[in-house]
């Protein structure tokens, strides 16, 4: 068991994989969840499941995973929020979702004047990335801020990265993001021209995967590709959500990003056409549809390299 006491708030697909290796590796640990039956299985590897939000300003070092900027500012300062227990214990929030720069600028404000750092610790990688022990956190805010953090950092994933002050993280796992959505569309693109070619799908990402564009990305995608096998991982909006941030960044900064552009009204028009619980890997079957070809699985066993 920690010394530290550790919150958690918000156990969805990435929450309850990191809560979970943070219970695991002995973390004095109380999660949170609006949703709280999805937070009760933490409870059999030693996770306290806390009835309200407030009772985790009781806790040293709260980590947050929601999904958007709105919620982040919910359920830290809304009417039910973190800071709406009259006595807060803590003094370092960790917020790991994938927010805007602005955002993250203005959270860092409100959790200054109550006298808690902020650290910005974005992730890359999915639940499954965070079970195999290969999820990579971003970090940026005061450097006591991340070394505090770091040994629970190190709980949930062997990779972390400071890149500065302020909100830098937040640029960072932006501009992956973007580069996540571009990378599934073209994959997706060359994918089917090899299919309507004659080439299997298995067969083709057989030899991308060992050739130098191959990547732990491509790797992993392969089983969905090939299988269709599409239970969420990420959805089309979480990544809407993402290019949208990149864009906005773009403007911002004076960049222009024609390729997440292109890919942001791509990604739109699929889920437009109704795909919102399914992984964004379903980008495979609409490109197949923009080119006339309905496709099966394929059923071959094929690795996700995750080991
Ligand atoms: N999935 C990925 O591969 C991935 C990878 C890297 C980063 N991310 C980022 O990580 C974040 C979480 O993604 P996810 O895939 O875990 O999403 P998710 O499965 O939809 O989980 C979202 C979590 O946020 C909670 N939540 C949302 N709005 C809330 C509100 N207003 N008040 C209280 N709780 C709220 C949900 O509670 P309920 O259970 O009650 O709905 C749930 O616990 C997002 O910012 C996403 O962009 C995702």
Known sequence: MTVERIGWIGIGRMGYAMAERLAKGGADLTVWNRTREKAQPLAAHGAKVAEKLADLAACDIVFVMVSTWDDVREVITGPHGLLSAGDVATRLVVECSSISLEGSAELRE?????????LAAPVSGNAKVIKAGRLSFVCSGPK???EAAL???KLIAPAASYVGEGELAR???ICHNVFLGVVTQSLAEVTILAQKAGVPRHAFLDFMNQSVMGSTFTRYKTPAFVNLDFKVTFT???LRKDLDLGLDAGRRFDVP???????RD???SLIGHGTKDEDFAKLLVHHARASGLDLTAENVPVSDGLG
């Not at 959790?111 to 902020?118: E, P, Q, V």
């Open 171 to 173: 640029i960072v796992k």
């Open 151 to 153: 040994p629970y950092l």
């Open 144 to 146: 006591h801020a991340y």
């Open 266 to 268: 791509v990604l739109q």
């Open 236 to 238: 089309p909006e979480l």
């Open 257 to 263: 990003l024609p390729l997440a552009s292109l890919t």
């Open 110 to 118: 409100m959790l200054k004047s109550r006298g808690i750092d902020l």
